[in-house]
């Protein structure tokens, strides 16, 4: 029978699961204990036991529970019924004591004891509230010291998403004080549904065995509980996991729902979604993105007398567009001026099936009207605003935004018509290449050569020089971030012990030129002048795109300068705390009469940082049979092979070759040093402010993008593979990872750890 009065209740006893008095954390362990968990084996010394103990020879108390726990040394740790609470977890608010010696246990509990009346507790407790923590009863847990293998923290539902379905695990090797203290971050790991996959870190602490066996304890640890939870474990030196604490998470978000903004198809990658890796800051999206749209459409209208208005719309925060439903494009056509249909054929139809016809009629005007007027015009608002931006006041300031934005949105119709048609006379040359050259040329190639040839080299160092940086290059349209011209230091640091890539050879020109004669040597007649003219548009306009790419933010700096100065003056009227708080407000704020937009300012970045880690989808809705089935065309037309290895990362074939290397996950302007020479650059997406560090690396991937992307375009120019657009390789990758990747195939290949690269990562 069961002795209901023992003074020092082990795990798993009763009396050891009374939250009551034994805490929380003890009595969660108890509990878990007495359901058959692997917990190690303790004791609980409540408040009351410890009094009636003094008068016992407490020492030796001690030393009889802790030979019934078993062998030393022991963890010594809080358990207060107010700590791990859903609404209050006190996490680190208490001392802990680690390997403590059996005649060290006596110190230890009243050290433990005599923490609870510590400031940081106290000012914890009035943080969250009366009541909630004050005068609850405080209890000290001692367990058998765990010699683990691997140690960490796994949250049952994803604390940043709040989706029930996945379970997240940080680990590190040896005990987890680093971790929990947040001296470490730790390696990462996502399981869901059983299929574990680490999102940071190289130190390889886990396979993927031991996640999914970790992850499958800590959701069964949840089930007994009947909410998610936050759970320390360790892994022993025989694999088996153990829990050394669980408890209810805190501040759990709702699950976010990818759901599009309105019927029909929603894409992230679309127009300006190229231009947004990130979710975007309030005022941009509040607007400075309105007014672009507006003009946009304008320019439209004037050029082909027909208005095609496309929605958007954020969906947490990410920015989306809807793209006109093919069904609907008869009744705006025909709505509109009597030249609407045949400029709209020959703009947007007829470059992929006839681009000598598109160029004739309609596309090389638009590039002449965008050199001659639309390029100069915006030069010199830019030049002309610039200087008078410190003077002005908040209403020039804002007018001045207003036409920057404009003029944006003006330019990116010419870029999207013109530049625009590059993918589309590309595709046009790939059937070409697929029909009348793929097989000759693979049968007349030197061994080991036909994986390095492909149509794409054709379109590979075209510039006289290589892609150059310039001031106004940015990482993000949204003008929250940097341009070039103000990021600080050099983007890529050569290394000791990182040599330099070494250069493509032959180099990108000398390919395309070598492939280009082999072309020729296999025409004849029609078919070699269909060739020469295919070829001569799609370089053209994929030069074309690149160039107007270049310029399309020349107005970011006047219009980082116009925020800063919009937000001074907020900032001087007590509007806001600082004048950076002005990217985080809406239209309506910007006025020297507003009210105190503090809370509002930070309810917007708050919310802003926590979607910045969101892995948002490509696409919501369905897409129309048309738009879709293109774009798998597209990418299946450069593709070298439709016989694609199990597990490989597959996206759009951007840029020809093959490289090996060790993945670097850049996020962002603020880690462009960290990158060295020789590796493979992951990112969600590329702008001109990335090409620097197309000079170092040996291959680039992206979420995003297309065969006409920024990505794709540079890649090529600088002879380096490219596989863009596979949706979630930031999420999948991870730095130090070794992969090959396969710019023809359009797929990234994990290699297996044994293959790792030696080398520190910084």
Same mark, same amino acid.
């Given at each position: 029978?069961v002795?209901?009065?023992?003074?020092?209740?082990?795990?798993?006893?009763?009396?050891?699961?009374?939250?009551?008095?034994?805490?929380?954390?003890?009595?969660?362990?108890?509990?878990?204990?007495?359901?058959?968990?692997?917990?190690p084996?303790?004791?609980?010394?409540t408040?009351?036991?410890?009094?009636?103990?003094?008068?016992?020879?407490?020492?030796?108390?001690?030393?009889?529970?802790?030979?019934?726990?078993g062998?030393?040394?022991?963890?010594?740790?809080?358990?207060?019924?107010?700590?791990? @609470?859903?609404?209050?977890?006190?996490?680190?608010?208490?001392?802990?004591?680690?390997?403590?010696?059996?005649?060290g246990?006596?110190?230890?509990?009243?050290?433990?004891?005599a923490?609870?009346?510590?400031?940081?507790?106290?000012?914890?407790?009035?943080?969250?509230?009366?009541?909630?923590?004050?005068?609850?009863?405080?209890?000290?847990?001692?367990?058998q010291?765990?010699?683990?293998?691997?140690?960490? /923290?796994?949250?049952t539902?994803?604390?940043?998403?709040?989706?029930?379905?996945?379970?997240?695990i940080?680990?590190?090797?040896?005990?987890?004080?680093a971790?929990?203290?947040?001296?470490?971050?730790?390696?990462?790991?996502? /399981?869901r549904?059983?299929?574990?996959?680490?999102?940071?870190?190289?130190?390889?602490?886990?396979?993927?065995?031991?996640?999914?066996?970790v992850a499958?304890?800590?959701?069964?640890?949840?089930?007994?509980?009947?909410?998610?939870?936050?759970?320390?474990?360790?892994?022993?030196?025989?694999?088996?996991?153990?829990?050394?604490?669980?408890?209810p998470?805190?501040?759990?978000?709702?699950?976010?729902?990818?759901e599009?903004?309105?019927?029909?198809a929603?894409?992230?990658?679309?127009? @300006?979604?190229?231009?947004?890796p990130?979710?975007?800051?309030?005022?941009?999206?509040?607007?400075?993105?309105?007014?672009?749209?507006?003009?946009?459409?304008?320019?439209?209208?004037?050029?082909?007398?027909?208005?095609?208005?496309?929605?958007?719309?954020?969906?947490?925060?990410?920015?989306?567009?809807?793209?006109?439903?093919?069904?609907?494009?008869?009744?705006?056509?025909?709505?509109?001026?009597?030249?609407? /249909?045949?400029?709209?054929?020959?703009?947007?139809?007829?470059p992929?099936v006839?681009?000598?016809?598109?160029?004739?009629?309609?596309?090389?005007?638009?590039e002449?009207?965008?050199?001659?007027?639309?390029?100069?015009?915006?030069?010199?608002?830019?030049?002309?605003?610039?200087?008078?931006a410190g003077?002005?006041? @908040?209403?020039?300031?804002?007018?001045?935004?207003?036409?920057?934005?404009?003029?944006?949105?003006?330019?990116?119709?010419?870029?999207?018509?013109?530049g625009?048609?590059?993918?589309?006379?590309?595709?046009?040359?790939?059937?070409f290449w697929?029909?009348?050259?793929?097989v000759?040329l693979?049968g007349?190639?030197?061994?080991?050569?036909?994986?390095?040839?492909?149509? *794409?080299?054709?379109l590979?160092?075209?510039?006289?020089?290589?892609?150059?940086?310039?001031?106004?290059?940015?990482?993000?349209?949204?003008?929250?971030h940097?341009?070039?011209?103000?990021?600080?230091?050099?983007?890529?640091?050569?290394r000791?012990g990182?040599p330099?890539?070494?250069?493509p050879?032959?180099?990108?020109?000398?390919?395309?030129?070598?492939?280009?004669?082999?072309?020729?040597?296999?025409?004849?007649?029609?078919?070699?002048?269909?060739?020469e003219?295919?070829?001569?548009?799609? *370089?053209?306009?994929? @030069?074309?795109?690149?160039?107007?790419?270049?310029?399309?933010?020349?107005?970011?700096?006047l219009?980082?300068?116009?925020?800063?100065?919009?937000g001074?003056?907020?900032?001087?009227q007590?509007?806001?705390?600082?004048?950076g708080d002005?990217?985080?407000?809406?239209?309506?704020?910007?006025?020297?009469?507003?009210?105190?937009?503090?809370?509002n300012?930070?309810?917007?970045?708050t919310?802003? *940082?926590?979607?910045r880690?969101?892995?948002a989808?490509?696409?919501?809705?369905?897409?129309?049979?048309?738009?879709?089935n293109?774009?798998?065309?597209?990418?299946?037309?450069?593709?070298s092979?439709?016989?694609l290895?199990?597990?490989?990362?597959?996206?759009?074939?951007?840029?020809?070759?093959?490289?090996?290397?060790?993945?670097?996950v850049?996020?962002?302007?603020?880690?462009?040093?960290?990158?060295?020479?020789?590796?493979?650059?992951?990112?969600?997406a590329?702008?001109?402010?990335?090409?620097?560090l197309?000079?170092?690396?040996?291959?680039?991937?992206?979420?995003?993008?297309?065969?006409?992307?920024?990505?794709?375009?540079?890649?090529?120019?600088?002879g380096?593979?490219?596989v863009?657009g596979?949706?979630?390789?930031?999420?999948?990758?991870?730095?130090? *990872?070794?992969?090959? /990747?396969?710019?023809?195939?359009?797929?990234?290949?994990?290699?297996?750890p044994?293959?790792?690269?030696?080398?520190?990562?910084?």
């Amino acid at each position: 029978m069961v002795n209901e009065d023992i003074l020092f209740p082990p795990l798993g006893h009763p009396a050891a699961s009374a939250r009551e008095t034994a805490g929380s954390k003890a009595a969660a362990l108890s509990a878990l204990s007495a359901a058959g968990f692997r917990v190690p084996a303790g004791f609980v010394v409540t408040e009351a036991a410890l009094a009636a103990a003094e008068a016992r020879h407490l020492d030796a108390e001690f030393q009889a529970a802790a030979a019934a726990a078993g062998p030393g040394p022991y963890a010594v740790r809080s358990s207060a019924a107010a700590e791990d @609470l859903s609404g209050a977890s006190f996490a680190g608010m208490y001392e802990s004591y680690l390997n403590v010696a059996p005649d060290g246990l006596a110190a230890a509990v009243d050290h433990c004891f005599a923490s609870a009346g510590a400031g940081r507790v106290r000012a914890y407790e009035a943080s969250i509230g009366p009541g909630t923590g004050e005068g609850a009863a405080m209890a000290v847990l001692v367990q058998q010291m765990v010699d683990p293998v691997a140690a960490g /923290v796994a949250f049952t539902a994803n604390p940043l998403t709040g989706e029930r379905t996945e379970t997240v695990i940080s680990a590190v090797q040896g005990l987890a004080e680093a971790l929990v203290s947040g001296v470490e971050t730790g390696e990462e790991w996502v /399981v869901r549904e059983g299929r574990s996959v680490r999102v940071r870190g190289a130190s390889r602490v886990l396979s993927a065995e031991s996640a999914t066996a970790v992850a499958t304890c800590a959701r069964q640890v949840a089930g007994h509980f009947g909410c998610p939870q936050d759970i320390e474990w360790a892994l022993d030196p025989t694999g088996k996991v153990q829990i050394l604490q669980a408890r209810p998470m805190t501040a759990l978000p709702e699950p976010v729902r990818w759901e599009p903004p309105g019927k029909g198809a929603w894409l992230r990658n679309f127009r @300006l979604g190229e231009w947004l890796p990130e979710p975007v800051t309030p005022l941009f999206m509040d607007w400075v993105i309105p007014r672009m749209d507006a003009a946009y459409n304008e320019a439209v209208f004037a050029s082909a007398g027909i208005s095609v208005e496309m929605g958007h719309g954020q969906v947490n925060g990410w920015y989306y567009v809807s793209p006109p439903n093919p069904k609907a494009l008869p009744h705006l056509l025909f709505g509109g001026e009597p030249r609407s /249909v045949p400029y709209f054929f020959n703009s947007v139809v007829r470059p992929m099936v006839d681009p000598a016809g598109a160029d004739r009629t309609v596309l090389r005007a638009l590039e002449h009207e965008w050199r001659t007027e639309c390029l100069p015009s915006y030069r010199t608002l830019v030049d002309t605003s610039l200087d008078a931006a410190g003077t002005a006041t @908040l209403p020039e300031l804002i007018e001045t935004v207003e036409q920057v934005a404009r003029k944006a949105g003006e330019y990116l119709w010419f870029f999207a018509a013109t530049g625009g048609a590059a993918w589309k006379m590309e595709l046009v040359l790939a059937r070409f290449w697929r029909r009348h050259l793929a097989v000759a040329l693979a049968g007349h190639a030197t061994p080991g050569a036909q994986e390095a040839i492909g149509y *794409q080299t054709l379109l590979g160092g075209l510039a006289p020089a290589l892609p150059a940086g310039v001031p106004h290059a940015v990482y993000s349209i949204d003008w929250y971030h940097r341009t070039a011209g103000e990021q600080p230091g050099e983007p890529v640091q050569a290394r000791e012990g990182n040599p330099p890539r070494h250069a493509p050879t032959p180099s990108a020109a000398e390919r395309r030129r070598a492939a280009e004669a082999s072309c020729r040597a296999l025409l004849k007649g029609g078919r070699l002048k269909r060739f020469e003219s295919l070829l001569g548009l799609a *370089q053209h306009y994929a @030069l074309l795109r690149e160039e107007q790419a270049k310029d399309f933010t020349l107005g970011w700096p006047l219009l980082r300068r116009c925020a800063a100065e919009i937000g001074a003056r907020l900032h001087d009227q007590g509007i806001i705390q600082a004048p950076g708080d002005v990217y985080f407000l809406t239209f309506d704020a910007l006025r020297l009469n507003a009210p105190p937009q503090h809370k509002n300012v930070d309810r917007r970045r708050t919310e802003w *940082q926590r979607q910045r880690k969101l892995a948002a989808p490509l696409s919501l809705g369905k897409l129309p049979p048309l738009l879709g089935n293109m774009f798998d065309r597209i990418a299946n037309s450069a593709r070298s092979t439709g016989n694609l290895p199990a597990g490989a990362l597959v996206g759009h074939p951007a840029s020809p070759g093959r490289a090996q290397g060790r993945v670097r996950v850049v996020d962002g302007p603020e880690e462009f040093s960290r990158f060295l020479p020789g590796e493979i650059l992951v990112a969600k997406a590329t702008a001109p402010a990335w090409t620097p560090l197309f000079a170092a690396a040996a291959a680039v991937v992206t979420d995003g993008g297309n065969l006409a992307a920024h990505a794709s375009l540079v890649a090529r120019e600088y002879g380096i593979p490219a596989v863009v657009g596979t949706g979630n390789a930031t999420q999948i990758l991870h730095t130090g *990872q070794l992969v090959t /990747v396969d710019g023809n195939a359009g797929i990234v290949e994990l290699q297996s750890p044994a293959m790792s690269l030696p080398g520190p990562l910084v």
